[in-house]
Protein backbone atom coordinates (compact mmCIF):
# COMPACT_ATOMS: atom_id res chain seq x y z
CA UNK A 1 0.00 0.00 0.00
CA UNK A 2 1.36 3.73 -0.66
CA UNK A 3 0.15 7.32 -0.23
CA UNK A 4 -0.29 9.06 -3.21
CA UNK A 5 -1.13 12.84 -3.95
CA UNK A 6 -3.46 13.52 -6.75
CA UNK A 7 -3.73 17.42 -8.43
CA UNK A 8 -6.71 17.55 -9.79
CA UNK A 9 -8.68 14.78 -8.27
CA UNK A 10 -11.40 15.88 -8.18
CA UNK A 11 -11.74 16.61 -12.14
CA UNK A 12 -13.10 14.29 -14.98
CA UNK A 13 -9.99 12.01 -14.84
CA UNK A 14 -8.82 12.01 -11.65
CA UNK A 15 -11.91 10.67 -10.16
CA UNK A 16 -11.25 7.83 -12.19
CA UNK A 17 -7.49 7.39 -11.32
CA UNK A 18 -8.26 7.54 -7.73
CA UNK A 19 -11.39 5.27 -8.38
CA UNK A 20 -8.52 2.47 -9.35
CA UNK A 21 -5.96 3.79 -6.41
CA UNK A 22 -8.83 2.87 -4.04
CA UNK A 23 -9.37 -0.37 -5.38
CA UNK A 24 -5.87 -1.02 -5.47
CA UNK A 25 -5.81 -0.43 -1.64
CA UNK A 26 -3.66 2.76 -1.87
CA UNK A 27 -4.03 5.66 0.46
CA UNK A 28 -4.96 8.80 -1.58
CA UNK A 29 -5.19 12.80 -0.96
CA UNK A 30 -6.16 15.47 -3.24
CA UNK A 31 -5.30 19.05 -4.02
CA UNK A 32 -7.86 20.82 -6.27
CA UNK A 33 -9.20 24.13 -6.08
CA UNK A 34 -13.03 22.99 -7.42
CA UNK A 35 -12.58 25.14 -10.40
CA UNK A 36 -14.14 22.20 -12.59
CA UNK A 37 -13.38 19.36 -10.46
CA UNK A 38 -16.60 18.11 -7.87
CA UNK A 39 -16.00 17.27 -4.26
CA UNK A 40 -19.11 14.55 -5.30
CA UNK A 41 -16.87 13.26 -8.04
CA UNK A 42 -14.75 11.19 -5.31
CA UNK A 43 -16.08 9.13 -2.00
CA UNK A 44 -16.09 11.32 1.26
CA UNK A 45 -13.36 9.76 2.91
CA UNK A 46 -10.66 10.77 0.29
CA UNK A 47 -9.09 14.27 1.90
CA UNK A 48 -9.73 17.07 -0.14
CA UNK A 49 -7.11 20.44 0.31
CA UNK A 50 -9.25 23.43 -1.54
CA UNK A 51 -6.25 25.58 -3.28
CA UNK A 52 -4.55 26.25 -5.97
CA UNK A 53 -1.68 24.30 -7.74
CA UNK A 54 0.83 27.30 -8.05
CA UNK A 55 0.69 28.12 -4.41
CA UNK A 56 4.26 26.38 -3.23
CA UNK A 57 2.94 26.42 0.20
CA UNK A 58 0.00 24.48 -0.75
CA UNK A 59 1.34 22.44 -2.47
CA UNK A 60 4.21 21.72 -0.32
CA UNK A 61 2.05 20.80 2.58
CA UNK A 62 -0.14 18.45 0.32
CA UNK A 63 3.00 16.81 -1.06
CA UNK A 64 4.29 16.20 2.54
CA UNK A 65 5.21 12.39 2.91
CA UNK A 66 3.63 11.12 0.32
CA UNK A 67 5.35 7.94 -1.88
CA UNK A 68 4.46 9.84 -5.22
CA UNK A 69 2.36 12.32 -7.24
CA UNK A 70 0.09 12.33 -9.95
CA UNK A 71 -0.33 15.31 -11.47
CA UNK A 72 -3.47 15.78 -13.44
CA UNK A 73 -4.64 19.63 -12.38
CA UNK A 74 -4.84 21.81 -15.25
CA UNK A 75 -7.50 24.25 -17.07
CA UNK A 76 -7.92 21.50 -19.04
CA UNK A 77 -9.20 23.29 -22.46
CA UNK A 78 -7.95 24.97 -25.72
CA UNK A 79 -10.77 27.90 -25.57
CA UNK A 80 -9.64 28.71 -22.22
CA UNK A 81 -5.98 29.41 -22.56
CA UNK A 82 -6.95 31.67 -25.68
CA UNK A 83 -9.72 34.25 -23.14
CA UNK A 84 -7.05 33.56 -19.88
CA UNK A 85 -3.58 33.77 -21.58
CA UNK A 86 -1.59 34.56 -18.36
CA UNK A 87 -3.64 32.89 -15.95
CA UNK A 88 -4.18 29.54 -17.19
CA UNK A 89 -0.29 29.45 -17.67
CA UNK A 90 -0.11 30.14 -14.07
CA UNK A 91 -2.24 26.60 -13.14
CA UNK A 92 -0.83 24.91 -16.49
CA UNK A 93 2.73 25.47 -16.17
CA UNK A 94 3.47 27.62 -13.07
CA UNK A 95 1.53 24.70 -11.19
CA UNK A 96 3.47 21.47 -12.63
CA UNK A 97 7.00 23.25 -11.65
CA UNK A 98 5.50 23.84 -7.96
CA UNK A 99 4.62 19.81 -8.26
CA UNK A 100 8.23 19.15 -9.24
CA UNK A 101 10.08 21.46 -7.15
CA UNK A 102 7.61 19.90 -4.18
CA UNK A 103 8.33 16.30 -5.34
CA UNK A 104 12.03 17.42 -4.52
CA UNK A 105 11.78 16.98 -0.79
CA UNK A 106 8.29 14.98 -0.35
CA UNK A 107 9.31 11.96 1.50
CA UNK A 108 12.41 12.36 3.90
CA UNK A 109 13.20 15.38 2.75
CA UNK A 110 14.14 13.07 -0.59
CA UNK A 111 12.38 13.12 -4.27
CA UNK A 112 9.06 10.70 -4.86
CA UNK A 113 8.27 9.85 -8.40
CA UNK A 114 5.92 12.35 -10.46
CA UNK A 115 3.30 11.54 -13.21
CA UNK A 116 1.78 13.89 -14.82
CA UNK A 117 -0.49 15.08 -17.57
CA UNK A 118 0.57 16.39 -21.06
CA UNK A 119 -1.39 16.98 -24.43
CA UNK A 120 -1.84 15.51 -28.22
CA UNK A 121 -1.98 19.47 -28.61
CA UNK A 122 2.21 19.79 -27.82
CA UNK A 123 2.06 18.80 -31.61
CA UNK A 124 0.00 21.60 -33.10
CA UNK A 125 -0.14 21.80 -36.88
CA UNK A 126 2.38 19.10 -37.15
CA UNK A 127 0.77 17.37 -40.46
CA UNK A 128 2.84 14.27 -39.58
CA UNK A 129 -0.11 11.57 -38.81
CA UNK A 130 0.12 9.47 -36.96
CA UNK A 131 1.86 11.27 -34.48
CA UNK A 132 5.39 9.29 -32.75
CA UNK A 133 6.94 10.85 -29.70
CA UNK A 134 9.45 11.65 -31.64
CA UNK A 135 7.38 13.70 -33.90
CA UNK A 136 8.52 17.77 -33.95
CA UNK A 137 6.27 19.83 -31.36
CA UNK A 138 4.53 23.28 -32.72
CA UNK A 139 2.60 23.94 -29.88
CA UNK A 140 -0.58 26.20 -31.66
CA UNK A 141 -2.26 27.44 -28.61
CA UNK A 142 -1.20 28.54 -25.14
CA UNK A 143 -2.43 25.21 -23.35
CA UNK A 144 -0.54 23.55 -25.69
CA UNK A 145 2.72 25.66 -25.33
CA UNK A 146 2.36 25.28 -21.82
CA UNK A 147 2.15 21.52 -22.01
CA UNK A 148 5.05 21.26 -23.47
CA UNK A 149 6.78 23.37 -21.25
CA UNK A 150 5.54 21.22 -18.42
CA UNK A 151 7.80 18.46 -20.81
CA UNK A 152 10.56 20.56 -20.53
CA UNK A 153 10.74 20.93 -16.51
CA UNK A 154 10.20 17.40 -16.34
CA UNK A 155 13.84 17.01 -18.14
CA UNK A 156 15.03 19.52 -15.24
CA UNK A 157 12.89 17.94 -12.16
CA UNK A 158 14.67 14.37 -13.70
CA UNK A 159 18.36 15.20 -14.35
CA UNK A 160 19.29 18.49 -12.14
CA UNK A 161 16.66 17.21 -8.95
CA UNK A 162 16.25 13.65 -9.31
CA UNK A 163 12.34 13.30 -9.41
CA UNK A 164 11.92 10.72 -11.32
CA UNK A 165 9.00 12.01 -14.19
CA UNK A 166 6.65 9.92 -16.26
CA UNK A 167 4.72 12.46 -19.04
CA UNK A 168 1.28 11.32 -20.95
CA UNK A 169 0.24 13.05 -24.13
CA UNK A 170 -3.38 12.27 -23.63
CA UNK A 171 -5.26 12.65 -26.78
CA UNK A 172 -8.97 13.35 -26.67
CA UNK A 173 -9.85 11.50 -23.26
CA UNK A 174 -14.02 10.33 -22.82
CA UNK A 175 -16.14 8.89 -20.49
CA UNK A 176 -18.37 9.28 -17.48
CA UNK A 177 -18.22 12.62 -15.14
CA UNK A 178 -16.96 14.52 -17.82
CA UNK A 179 -18.50 17.63 -16.94
CA UNK A 180 -21.68 17.94 -20.39
CA UNK A 181 -22.66 21.28 -18.94
CA UNK A 182 -19.32 23.01 -19.35
CA UNK A 183 -18.92 24.85 -22.46
CA UNK A 184 -15.30 24.30 -22.11
CA UNK A 185 -15.71 20.62 -21.84
CA UNK A 186 -14.69 17.84 -24.54
CA UNK A 187 -16.48 17.32 -27.69
CA UNK A 188 -17.97 14.06 -26.72
CA UNK A 189 -19.43 15.33 -23.42
CA UNK A 190 -21.05 17.95 -25.24
CA UNK A 191 -22.13 16.60 -27.80
CA UNK A 192 -23.73 13.54 -25.62
CA UNK A 193 -25.31 15.78 -23.22
CA UNK A 194 -27.42 17.86 -25.68
CA UNK A 195 -27.97 14.49 -28.01
CA UNK A 196 -29.79 12.85 -24.72
CA UNK A 197 -31.94 15.81 -24.18
CA UNK A 198 -32.90 16.27 -27.37
CA UNK A 199 -31.05 19.03 -28.01
CA UNK A 200 -29.14 20.18 -31.46
CA UNK A 201 -25.45 20.04 -31.36
CA UNK A 202 -23.22 22.58 -33.10
CA UNK A 203 -20.35 21.12 -35.20
CA UNK A 204 -17.30 23.54 -35.67
CA UNK A 205 -16.87 24.20 -39.25
CA UNK A 206 -17.06 21.66 -41.44
CA UNK A 207 -16.98 18.43 -39.23
CA UNK A 208 -13.91 16.79 -40.53
CA UNK A 209 -11.45 17.21 -37.89
CA UNK A 210 -10.11 14.05 -36.66
CA UNK A 211 -9.59 13.27 -33.81
CA UNK A 212 -8.22 10.46 -31.07
CA UNK A 213 -10.55 9.71 -28.67
CA UNK A 214 -9.72 7.43 -26.04
CA UNK A 215 -11.21 6.12 -23.20
CA UNK A 216 -11.15 7.68 -19.83
CA UNK A 217 -10.78 3.51 -18.00
CA UNK A 218 -8.35 2.63 -20.47
CA UNK A 219 -5.83 5.23 -20.21
CA UNK A 220 -5.65 5.31 -16.09
CA UNK A 221 -4.00 2.16 -16.19
CA UNK A 222 -0.72 3.20 -17.60
CA UNK A 223 -1.10 6.33 -14.91
CA UNK A 224 -0.77 3.81 -12.47
CA UNK A 225 1.49 1.59 -13.97
CA UNK A 226 4.45 4.11 -14.44
CA UNK A 227 4.16 5.47 -10.80
CA UNK A 228 4.86 1.60 -10.36
CA UNK A 229 7.89 1.65 -12.21
CA UNK A 230 9.15 5.22 -12.49
CA UNK A 231 11.98 5.23 -15.24
CA UNK A 232 15.06 7.78 -15.78
CA UNK A 233 15.23 10.30 -18.64
CA UNK A 234 12.10 11.83 -18.11
CA UNK A 235 9.84 9.46 -20.91
CA UNK A 236 6.75 11.03 -22.26
CA UNK A 237 4.14 8.62 -24.41
CA UNK A 238 1.51 9.09 -26.50
CA UNK A 239 -2.23 7.75 -25.00
CA UNK A 240 -4.38 7.11 -27.69
CA UNK A 241 -5.74 4.41 -29.96
CA UNK A 242 -4.04 5.16 -33.42
CA UNK A 243 -7.95 5.23 -34.72
CA UNK A 244 -9.19 8.43 -36.92
CA UNK A 245 -12.52 9.38 -36.17
CA UNK A 246 -14.11 12.89 -37.39
CA UNK A 247 -16.27 15.36 -35.50
CA UNK A 248 -19.29 14.34 -37.83
CA UNK A 249 -18.93 10.44 -37.42
CA UNK A 250 -19.04 10.47 -33.68
CA UNK A 251 -22.02 12.59 -33.97
CA UNK A 252 -23.63 9.88 -35.78
CA UNK A 253 -22.37 7.12 -34.22
CA UNK A 254 -23.32 8.96 -30.68
CA UNK A 255 -27.02 9.71 -32.12
CA UNK A 256 -26.94 5.96 -33.38
CA UNK A 257 -25.89 4.49 -29.88
CA UNK A 258 -28.30 6.64 -28.02
CA UNK A 259 -31.46 6.02 -30.37
CA UNK A 260 -32.19 9.47 -31.01
CA UNK A 261 -32.44 12.03 -34.18
CA UNK A 262 -29.59 13.50 -34.78
CA UNK A 263 -30.36 18.04 -34.85
CA UNK A 264 -27.00 18.82 -36.66
CA UNK A 265 -26.03 22.79 -36.77
CA UNK A 266 -22.63 24.26 -38.31
CA UNK A 267 -21.04 27.10 -36.46
CA UNK A 268 -17.95 28.67 -37.15
CA UNK A 269 -14.50 27.31 -37.03
CA UNK A 270 -12.96 27.53 -33.62
CA UNK A 271 -9.55 29.77 -33.80
CA UNK A 272 -6.78 27.32 -34.17
CA UNK A 273 -8.24 24.43 -34.40
CA UNK A 274 -6.31 21.44 -35.28
CA UNK A 275 -7.17 19.61 -37.83
CA UNK A 276 -5.97 16.04 -37.76
CA UNK A 277 -4.80 14.52 -34.30
CA UNK A 278 -3.93 10.52 -34.67
CA UNK A 279 -1.33 8.92 -32.22
CA UNK A 280 0.70 6.11 -32.99
CA UNK A 281 0.38 3.91 -29.97
CA UNK A 282 3.40 1.54 -30.20
CA UNK A 283 5.84 3.17 -27.59
CA UNK A 284 3.07 3.05 -25.19
CA UNK A 285 2.44 -0.41 -25.49
CA UNK A 286 5.79 -1.83 -26.19
CA UNK A 287 6.66 -0.20 -22.90
CA UNK A 288 3.14 -1.08 -21.03
CA UNK A 289 2.18 -4.18 -22.69
CA UNK A 290 -1.63 -2.89 -23.06
CA UNK A 291 -3.77 -1.30 -25.97
CA UNK A 292 -6.53 1.30 -25.19
CA UNK A 293 -9.02 -1.21 -25.99
CA UNK A 294 -12.34 -0.10 -25.55
CA UNK A 295 -13.98 0.72 -28.59
CA UNK A 296 -15.88 4.35 -29.52
CA UNK A 297 -19.39 2.56 -29.53
CA UNK A 298 -18.52 0.69 -25.80
CA UNK A 299 -17.22 4.22 -24.72
CA UNK A 300 -20.12 6.17 -25.74
CA UNK A 301 -22.74 3.65 -24.29
CA UNK A 302 -21.12 3.78 -20.77
CA UNK A 303 -21.02 7.63 -20.96
CA UNK A 304 -24.37 8.02 -22.16
CA UNK A 305 -25.51 5.34 -19.72
CA UNK A 306 -23.49 7.74 -16.81
CA UNK A 307 -25.57 10.87 -18.16
P1 LIG B 1 -10.88 18.47 -15.44
O1 LIG B 1 -11.13 19.93 -15.66
O2 LIG B 1 -12.05 17.59 -15.17
O3 LIG B 1 -9.82 18.26 -14.26
C1 LIG B 1 -8.85 19.21 -13.90
C2 LIG B 1 -8.90 19.37 -12.39
O4 LIG B 1 -7.91 20.32 -11.99
C3 LIG B 1 -10.24 19.90 -11.90
O5 LIG B 1 -10.68 19.14 -10.79
C4 LIG B 1 -9.95 21.35 -11.52
O6 LIG B 1 -10.82 21.82 -10.49
C5 LIG B 1 -8.50 21.25 -11.09
N1 LIG B 1 -7.75 22.50 -11.22
C6 LIG B 1 -7.73 23.35 -12.27
N2 LIG B 1 -6.91 24.40 -12.01
C7 LIG B 1 -6.38 24.18 -10.78
C8 LIG B 1 -5.48 24.89 -9.94
N3 LIG B 1 -4.94 26.05 -10.33
N4 LIG B 1 -5.19 24.38 -8.73
C9 LIG B 1 -5.73 23.21 -8.31
N5 LIG B 1 -6.58 22.49 -9.05
C10 LIG B 1 -6.91 22.97 -10.27
O7 LIG B 1 -10.07 17.96 -16.72
P2 LIG B 1 -9.53 16.51 -17.09
O8 LIG B 1 -10.02 16.23 -18.45
O9 LIG B 1 -9.78 15.55 -15.98
O10 LIG B 1 -7.97 16.81 -17.20
C11 LIG B 1 -6.98 16.27 -16.32
C12 LIG B 1 -5.61 16.53 -16.92
O11 LIG B 1 -5.48 15.85 -18.18
C13 LIG B 1 -5.30 17.99 -17.21
O12 LIG B 1 -3.94 18.24 -16.92
C14 LIG B 1 -5.55 18.13 -18.70
O13 LIG B 1 -4.83 19.19 -19.27
C15 LIG B 1 -5.07 16.78 -19.17
N6 LIG B 1 -5.62 16.36 -20.48
C16 LIG B 1 -6.95 16.12 -20.61
C17 LIG B 1 -7.43 15.68 -21.85
C18 LIG B 1 -8.88 15.39 -22.12
O14 LIG B 1 -9.21 15.07 -23.27
N7 LIG B 1 -9.76 15.46 -21.12
C19 LIG B 1 -6.54 15.50 -22.91
C20 LIG B 1 -5.20 15.82 -22.74
C21 LIG B 1 -4.74 16.23 -21.49
C1 LIG C 1 -7.37 19.47 -27.12
C2 LIG C 1 -6.27 18.41 -27.21
C3 LIG C 1 -6.58 17.28 -26.24
C4 LIG C 1 -6.86 17.81 -24.83
C5 LIG C 1 -7.97 18.84 -24.88
C6 LIG C 1 -8.22 19.46 -23.51
C7 LIG C 1 -5.53 18.41 -29.55
C8 LIG C 1 -5.57 17.73 -30.84
N1 LIG C 1 -6.25 17.85 -28.55
O1 LIG C 1 -8.54 18.87 -27.54
O2 LIG C 1 -5.46 16.40 -26.21
O3 LIG C 1 -5.69 18.34 -24.27
O4 LIG C 1 -7.60 19.88 -25.77
O5 LIG C 1 -9.32 20.28 -23.63
O6 LIG C 1 -4.91 19.44 -29.36
N2 LIG C 1 -16.18 20.67 -31.40
C9 LIG C 1 -17.36 20.92 -32.08
N3 LIG C 1 -18.46 21.30 -31.37
C10 LIG C 1 -18.46 21.44 -30.01
C11 LIG C 1 -17.23 21.18 -29.30
C12 LIG C 1 -16.10 20.81 -30.04
O7 LIG C 1 -17.40 20.80 -33.30
O8 LIG C 1 -19.50 21.75 -29.41
C13 LIG C 1 -14.99 20.25 -32.16
C14 LIG C 1 -13.79 21.15 -31.94
O9 LIG C 1 -13.82 22.28 -32.78
C15 LIG C 1 -12.65 20.18 -32.28
C16 LIG C 1 -13.18 18.81 -31.80
O10 LIG C 1 -14.59 18.97 -31.69
O11 LIG C 1 -12.42 20.13 -33.66
C17 LIG C 1 -12.62 18.38 -30.46
O12 LIG C 1 -12.71 19.48 -29.56
P1 LIG C 1 -12.40 19.36 -27.99
O13 LIG C 1 -12.60 20.71 -27.38
O14 LIG C 1 -13.14 18.21 -27.42
O15 LIG C 1 -10.90 18.92 -27.91
P2 LIG C 1 -9.54 19.43 -28.66
O16 LIG C 1 -9.32 18.57 -29.84
O17 LIG C 1 -9.47 20.89 -28.74
Not at 101 to 122: F, H, M, N, T, W
Not at 154 to 170: E, L, Q
Not at 206 to 220: A, I
Not at 257 to 280: E, F, M, N, Q, Y
Request: aromatic share 6%.
Amino acid sequence: MARYLVTGGCGFIGSHLIERLLAAGHEVRVLDDLSTGKRENLPDSVPVTVGDVADPAAVDAAMSGVDGCFHLAAVASVDRSREAWLETHHANLSGTIAVFDAARRARGGGPVPVVYASSAAVYGDNPNMPLTEDAATRPLSAYGADKLGCELHARVADGVHGVPTTGFRFFNVFGPRQDPKSPYSGVISIFAGRIARGEPITVNGDGEQVRDFVYVKDLVRYLTAAMERPQPGAPVYNVCTGTPTTVNRLAEVLAAVAGKPLDRRTGPARPGDIRVSIGDPSRLVAAFGMACETSLEEGLRDTLAWL
